[in-house]
């Protein structure tokens, strides 16, 4: 992805059709159709919906619309800035991320951002959302991706999708897909404090409590002594939702609603940095992608996207 082809993707959405747009741009339109079709390859999602009255946008294309606008008036106001020298510049943004998400999300990001900004160096802290938010709070952090963020004056935080909550156990135990509520009260789990909060919050107007829950801060751990058949845990869904997680059954929770809400939070400032921006869209279009696949849900259709303005 470039700036041409950012360049072809709003004169098509601003057009609302091939042919016009080409003409537009003075290029053939066979031509512009593979440019469109490589930038939605690169980016994993559908731009574009095609008919016989021209094109409209998707709801991920109205957001990288917005995004690629943005991109490409940062691009000129640079070229501006840098006049004939051509001088080269770095800036670094330092994105925070739970670590649930390190496995899920992180990929799709990193590669977004690799092949879509110039310039910029992305440097990764993975911690749980109390540490991200007083990173975010004390500057160190310049954006991160947390989990039910309580309100504060000084971040702007942005919905970005709501995950729920399953009880994963060894297959070995034999665990049926839908559990109720009391079978959490008799199953020793192994959580973290963090995720531990959410699901006590989430049962105590319910009068139900967990059975003997021991605390081990560490996901991967989790993970590994779950595989093992040693423990079962309580999660969202996307932590266990992986091609080599095969000796874990997952089990939707029954007569509760155990969810997280995943939030994008940024420092509130007067003139935020474009990389910073760029890389908020970035995310938010994994995030998108990542939800049509599936990789927050119980199965298809169960999930709910949630779009901040």
Avoid at 16 to 42: C, H, K, M, N, Y
Avoid at 127 to 139: N, V
Wanted: charged share 20%.
């Amino acid at each position: 992805m470039n700036l041409r082809t950012l360049k072809y993707f709003v004169a098509i959405a601003d057009a609302g059709s091939f042919t016009a747009a080409a003409s537009a741009v003075a290029i053939a339109q066979p031509a512009l159709t593979r440019q469109l079709r490589d930038l939605e390859a690169d980016l994993g999602v559908q731009l574009l919906q095609r008919s016989a009255r021209g094109v409209r946008l998707t709801q991920a294309g109205a957001i990288f619309y917005e995004s690629a606008k943005r991109m490409l008036s940062e691009a000129t106001r640079v070229r501006r800035q840098l006049g004939s020298e051509g001088e080269a510049f770095e800036k670094t943004v330092v994105l925070g991320v739970t670590p649930t998400l390190t496995r899920v999300l992180l990929p799709g990001v990193f590669q977004r951002c690799h092949h879509s900004l110039t310039g910029v160096r992305l440097v990764i802290v993975e911690a749980f959302t109390p540490q991200l938010m007083h990173g975010l709070e004390r500057g160190h952090v310049d954006i991160a991706v947390v989990t039910n963020p309580e309100p504060h004056r000084a971040l702007t935080l942005q919905p970005l999708l709501t995950e729920p909550f399953a009880l994963i156990s060894p297959v070995a135990h034999g665990v049926p897909p839908i559990v109720p509520l009391s079978m959490l009260a008799r199953t020793a789990l192994l959580v973290t404090k963090f995720h531990l909060g959410i699901v006590e919050r989430a049962l105590a107007p319910l009068s139900v409590k967990l059975g003997a829950a021991t605390v081990l801060d560490s996901v991967d751990a989790i993970r590994e002594l779950v595989r093992k058949g040693a423990w079962a845990t309580v999660m969202p869904v996307s932590v266990f939702k992986e091609p080599d997680i095969d000796t874990a059954r997952m089990s939707e929770i029954s007569g509760a609603q155990i969810n997280r809400m995943l939030v994008l939070a940024t420092r509130i400032e007067r003139a935020q940095s474009s990389a910073i921006a760029v890389v908020g869209e970035l995310i938010q279009l994994e995030a998108a992608a990542l939800v049509e696949q599936g990789m927050f849900s119980f199965g298809g259709g169960s999930w709910s996207a949630i779009r901040g303005s």
